[in-house]
Every structure is written in structure tokens, then in C-alpha cells.
């Protein structure tokens, strides 16, 4: 630990050099810019949780200019596209396994006789005992967004095939979206990709600057030197922390000039939970680095904890909706906490007395980790 | 106390296990100050290992270690002020400048503003760096490499330097020069120990131990080392010496015999009083001589499986 004899002048030292290797390694210094700018690009325009222009194909055994209408109604809605049109729900099967197709509006010989008798259709919206769907979708749903995309399709009103004005109906509820009132994925995925950008950076920065002395030699003979472990762990890290906060400035600042993501919250208490984030992660990679023996080990064991950080901490999936089992997993990733907060704050503008048990969280991974590594780290000098 | 003037080093039943493997196995040596002393020994033979157990790198299974005076077990850092220590790989900085790399190693050791800048000016003079303290560490050829190690591990100005098979990267030139550089040391007073598997870097240490798996064989001057040895010299001469060689070896009182050039090197053991007459009664009628021992020799005598037959 730092005790008395701890010297800033040898931390100093350690820094210095540190940002001089790091200022002479363009690969290492292209990554800390490249990978928020690539990954920022890639997941803004890639990711959307918001399946529209899903291709379909259409088997209508009706052929009435009603059934003509309805596909007409459908098209406009943007949830599908019609790519093909089968003659028998055979071909259409046959589509979908081969992925020409996700969906098929099979629409019967009866359509019309159904579509006289469907409440949504005629003018006295009862039903009868007659009263049966017009039609019936075939869905791959092994891809819920998709599913759930044309699910959504089930109730669609009808009201434009009888070509008639589209009568306003009373909803049971009223939603009102705070925060994101346009629904675009983007400013979601922006303060969440903070979290993991920096999990990958922060981790393996760390991981690897240490392996590297141990692997190339250099810290066998820093051991007989009256540098202390903890100086040299202490002076390695901290030139990541200006590399941490210097991607989030990236990525917030194309999130805000490109995608046009607001940042509601303070800048303040978003830069003090990114410095508890950034403290937890760079002692996790102290932690690997006291574990891996070569930078490819220490490598594998960041993309070991990256994983569960992208799929379990709320990044892709919502954290609500895991099971019990998963959820705590993901407390125990510090990228968990710290998308919740950087949401919290970019999104909603919470100040820390809302996020104080996420800020504890880090701070709690980030006492621990030290006190793991310095342990460990003993341990390897013999 | 007498003795903690005398010695720089003191190892008594030294031992360190790697799990099953025992890499040091009951050493006990004295290193007196002031001079060079070699650790000679095949690889893998536990020198290396020896070195950090001494630099404090590496903890002791069992055994004491005395450095300077002081026991090394609880006064690590202190004596760390001591040490020199130069490793067999390369271990500063490929892509820091020479002279950056002075830098960061004087700030290691506590030295700030005009005395840091002194020493630094002194070491690029003195190890003939001055032209090469703008140049990267990773661009420089083996020998400037090599200087540049023993400039930062003797930056302090230590008491006791360690130097593990310093030499193993460089040309003999190159070699030579180092080992003239080692001399000025010594006789600044720095005690040296250098670990080696080259008879000709062995020979110039003022003292020397022999080492195998773990094992100390012998140790003393080399010239003590040749004289105690345990076996005469007889270069033979003639044709067909492999076939002698496999011939002889039968015999348990021939240590060894290796073919070095148009001779037969035979190491015959001393219970034979009159190694010649043996020797001609084996091979008659070939040109045969008595020679001086070299370290080689010595060191051929008290390793491998022959010596204890």
C-alpha cells in the first residue's frame, strides 16, 4: 500500500515515461481515438432496436381489389415491405426457411366474405358469431424484435381499404415518452457505449501495460530498484485516467454533434461518475494484469469480462427484463452501474444523490480492486 | 562482526523450490569485497536463479543470504539502495531515448535537478554514449544496449553489482571491452558477480563457483581451481581419435576425452599416479604429452555423471 515511504517524485517518473511510450506508440494512440469514433459510427447508425421494412412475402388467394387495398394499407404502415408474391402458402413456407422472407400475409378465397362481416370493416362495429380474421400472417419469430414488429400489425385498422376517413378511437391509456419523445435508439445507445468503449479501453490499456514489463523484461529489474509496487501501479494507471476522460469527451461530443444526442445532466457530476467508472475499470485491469503472464492472456481475460459488459449490463438487452440470476451478474460488472448513471444523467438529468448507490458500487469495486492487486501483486515479485 | 567487513555477500544453505524442482540446493558461499566473482555453470544449472534470490527478487525456500553485513530477509529495501543489477535480456526501454531512459532510472533512485543532470553526463561519457543519448534504446546494436544496462544498474554508484550473463549478446571486441569497464568498477571498490557459461569470461573473475543443477562443485581463484584439480591433462596425438575416444572412455579412470583439433584431450583421474604409461599401454605408439589444466578442464572434472562413478 502507499505508505510513508511512498514518493510522488517516482510516481512522477513513472507517469512521465508512461506518456512517452504511449505518445510513441501510434497504434496504441490511434486506438484511444479510433475506437470511439468507429464503434460511435458503426453502433449510431447500425443499432436500432426499431424493426421497419421488414421483408415479407404475400400469398393472396383472393385477388379482389379488397385484398389489393388491405396489401396497399399494409405497405403503408413502413413495418414491412412486400418483396415477393407466392401462389400457395407452400412456396411461401419454403421462402422463409430460406430467409427470402421473414413474414407471409396469407390472405384466404373468402377475404372478401370475411372482410364484409369484420366489425373494423363495416360501418356497425359489433361482431358476430360469423365474424372471422381477414387474413393470417406467418411469422419467423425466432427473432423477437421482428415478431413483435408485426404483432403489432394484428389490430391495424381497416378503415382505409373501406375507404373511409380513419375514425379516431380512444385509447384505454395515454402515453407520453419523457426523455427520448422520438423513440431513436441512438440516443440510448450513446451514453451506454461510454460504458463499454471505456470497459474495453480502460481494461486492456491497464492489463497490457503492466504484462508488457513483466513480459519484456523491464520489471525484473524495476524489482531491485527502490521503486515500490504500488508507485508503479499508481504511475502506470494514471495517464489512463486523461486517456478515459478524453474518449468520453469524444463520444459525447460526436453523439451530440453527429446524433444529435442532448446531454441533459450537469457535465460535472457526469465527469465524476465517468472518474469512478474509469477508477473501477483501470483496477480491474490491475487485477488481470496480476493474473495474465502475456498480454495475449491478459487480452483474453478483458474479453471475458467485455462480453457479459455489452450483452448483461442494459447496453443491448434492458436490464429489467433478466432473469434474477443475470441481473446479479451484472451488479457485479462496474459497466452496469455506470451505464445506469451515464443514462441517468446524459439522458435525464439525475444528479449523484439519485445515482448514490451506483456511485457506491464503483467506488466499492474500485477500493477492492486495489486492494486485490496490491496483494496479488506481491505475490508475483516472489 | 570481523566478517561483515570482509564479505559482501554470504549465502548459507541457500535452497529455493520451484514446486518439485529444486532449482538451488544448499549453497553456501562467501563473496569477498572488491572483487569479481563468476557463477559458472551450464544453463538451467540455477544461476540465474541464484542472482535474484540475492537481488531479492526471488524468496528463499530455506537458507540465509547476508548482503553487506546485513541480512537481506526484512531489509530488502535498504539494501535495494545497494544493489546493482543488470539482466540477461535487455530491460529498459526500446522506445525511450538513451538519454530518457537515464532520466527515468536517476528519478527511481532519488536523484533530482544539477545532481541528476551531473551523473547522467558522467555515465553517457564514461560508457561512451554521448552521441547515441538522443537515439532510441530498441535502435541501438548489442553493445550500446549493453552499456546502456550497466549505466543504469551502476547510475547510483552501487556496492555490489550483479550482472546476469552479461555478455551473451555481444561480439568479443565488444566483450572485451565490458570486462575492462568491470575492472575500473572493481577498482572503484564496487564487488562484482557475474554469471556465465564462457570459460574465457570465467577465467578473468578473481574468483569463481562452480555450479550444477542447484549444486555447488567447486569454488576458489582459477588457479587454485586447476591445481586442485582431480585429474592430469594428456593431449594425444594420431589418426583416428573418435574411435580412441569411444575406446578410452570405457575406462573409469578417464574422466573425459574430446577431440580439439588434431588432439585428444584425456582427462585421466589422479589415483592414476603415472597417467602416461596407463595411457600408452591403451594406445600405444601415438605421440602423447602432459598438459596444463585449463578451467575447462576443471570444470569438465567436477560436472556431469563421471566425477562421482
Known amino acids: ?382 | 562482526m570481523s566478517n561483515a567487513g570482509k564479505f559482501a555477500i554470504e549465502a548459507q544453505g541457500l535452497t529455493k523450490a520451484f514446486g518439485e524442482h529444486i532449482a538451488v540446493n544448499e549453497l553456501n558461499f562467501r563473496i569477498p569485497k572488491g572483487c569479481i566473482y563468476g557463477f559458472l555453470g551450464p544453463n538451467g544449472c540455477g544461476k540465474s536463479t541464484t542472482i535474484r534470490l540475492m537481488t531479492g527478487l526471488l524468496t528463499p525456500t530455506s537458507g540465509e543470504i547476508t548482503i553487506l553485513g546485513q541480512t537481506l530477509a526484512g531489509h530488502e529495501e535498504a539494501i535495494k539502495q545497494k544493489l546493482g543489477y543488470m539482466t540477461q535480456k535487455f530491460s529498459l526501454y526500446d522506445s525511450l531515448t538513451v538519454l530518457e531512459n537515464l532520466r527515468f532510472v536517476a528519478a527511481i533512485y532519488g536523484f533530482t535537478g544539477t545532481r541528476r543532470t551531473q551523473r547522467i553526463d558522467e555515465l553517457l561519457h564514461l560508457y561512451d554514449l554521448k552521441n547515441q543519448a538522443k537515439q532510441y534504446a530498441g535502435s541501438m546494436s548489442g553493445g550500446q544496449k549493453q552499456r546502456l544496462a550497466l549505466a543504469c544498474a551502476t547510475l547510483h554508484s552501487p556496492e555490489l553489482l550483479f550482472l546476469d550473463e552479461p555478455t551473451s549478446a555481444v561480439d568479443p571486441e565488444n566483450r572485451r571491452e565490458f570486462w575492462e569497464r568491470l575492472f575500473d568498477l572493481c577498482d572503484a571498490g564496487t564487488t562484482i558477480l557475474v554469471s556465465t557459461h564462457y570459460m574465457d569470461e570465467a577465467e578473468r573473475c578473481h574468483a569463481l563457483a562452480i555450479l550444477e543443477d542447484g549444486h555447488l562443485r567447486a569454488d576458489g581463484s582459477p588457479a587454485e581451481l586447476m591445481n586442485a584439480m582431480p585429474a592430469n591433462v594428456v593431449e594425444i596425438g594420431g589418426e583416428q581419435l573418435r574411435q580412441l575416444k569411444q575406446a578410452l572412455l570405457q575406462q573409469s579412470e578417464v574422466l573425459s576425452a574430446a577431440q580439439i583439433g588434431a588432439h585428444l584431450r584425456v582427462l585421466v583421474k589422479k589415483t592414476q599416479t603415472d597417467p602416461l604409461r596407463f595411457l600408452a599401454l591403451l594406445c600405444a605408439g601415438r605421440p602423447m604429452q602432459l598438459a596444463r589444466p585449463s578451467l575447462e578442464d576443471v570444470f569438465v572434472t567436477c560436472t556431469g555423471t563421471r566425477h562421482d562413478e
Do not use: C
Open chain 1, 1 to 382: 500500500m502507499l505508505n510513508a515511504g511512498a514518493s510522488w517524485g517516482r510516481i512522477f517518473a513513472v507517469i512521465m515515461k508512461e506518456i512517452k511510450q504511449l505518445s510513441r506508440d501510434r497504434m496504441t494512440f490511434g486506438m484511444i481515438i479510433m475506437i470511439p469514433l468507429v464503434q460511435l459510427m458503426l453502433f449510431g447508425y447500425a443499432i436500432n432496436t426499431d424493426a421497419r421494412h421488414i421483408p415479407v412475402g404475400l400469398v393472396d388467394l383472393s385477388q379482389t381489389s379488397e385484398s389489393r387495398a388491405l396489401v396497399q394499407a399494409v405497405t403503408a404502415t413502413q413495418s414491412v415491405d412486400f418483396h415477393a408474391v407466392y401462389t400457395s402458402l407452400h412456396d411461401a413456407e419454403a421462402a422463409m426457411t430460406r430467409g427470402d422472407v421473414r413474414a407471409t400475409l396469407y390472405l384466404p378465397p373468402d377475404f372478401s366474405a370475411r372482410l364484409i362481416q369484420h366489425p373494423r370493416y363495416g360501418t356497425n362495429p359489433t361482431a358476430s358469431a360469423l365474424t372471422q380474421p381477414v387474413g393470417q400472417w406467418i411469422v419467423d419469430g425466432s427473432d423477437t424484435v421482428i415478431a413483435a414488429a408485426i404483432k403489432a400489425l394484428r389490430t391495424m385498422p381497416l378503415d382505409e381499404v373501406a375507404n373511409r376517413t380513419v375514425s379516431q378511437t380512444i385509447p384505454t391509456f395515454e402515453v407520453v415518452q419523457y426523455f427520448n419523445p422520438e423513440q431513436r435508439t441512438v440516443v440510448n445507445i450513446v451514453p451506454g457505449l461510454l460504458a463499454v468503449i471505456l470497459t474495453m479501453t480502460m481494461i486492456l490499456f491497464t492489463a497490457t501495460a503492466i504484462v508488457r514489463e513483466q513480459e519484456q523484461g523491464n520489471m525484473e529489474f524495476l524489482i531491485t530498484t527502490p521503486i515500490r509496487p504500488m508507485e508503479l501501479m499508481i504511475g502506470k494507471i494514471a495517464p489512463y485516467v486523461v486517456v478515459g476522460m478524453l474518449q468520453i469527451m469524444i463520444i459525447l461530443g460526436v453523439g451530440y454533434g453527429v446524433f444529435s444526442v442532448p446531454i441533459a445532466g450537469s457535465l460535472m457530476v457526469l465527469g465524476i461518475a465517468s472518474l469512478l467508472f474509469i477508477f473501477a475499470s483501470l483496477t480491474l485491469g490491475l487485477v488481470i494484469s496480476t493474473i495474465a503472464k502475456t498480454q495475449l492472456q491478459a487480452m483474453q481475460i478483458t474479453v471475458f469480462i467485455l462480453l457479459p459488459s455489452i450483452l448483461l449490463s442494459g447496453f443491448m438487452f434492458p436490464y429489467d427484463a433478466m432473469p434474477q440470476g443475470a441481473q446479479w451478474i451484472a451488479e457485479g460488472l462496474p459497466a452496469t452501474h455506470f451505464i445506469r448513471m451515464a443514462r441517468a444523467i446524459v439522458l435525464r438529468d439525475a444528479d449523484l444523490l439519485d445515482l448514490q448507490a451506483d456511485a457506491l458500487w464503483l467506488g466499492l469495486f474500485t477500493v477492492l480492486g486495489v486492494i486485490i492487486a496490491a496483494r496479488r501483486f506481491h505475490k508475483t515479485l516472489g
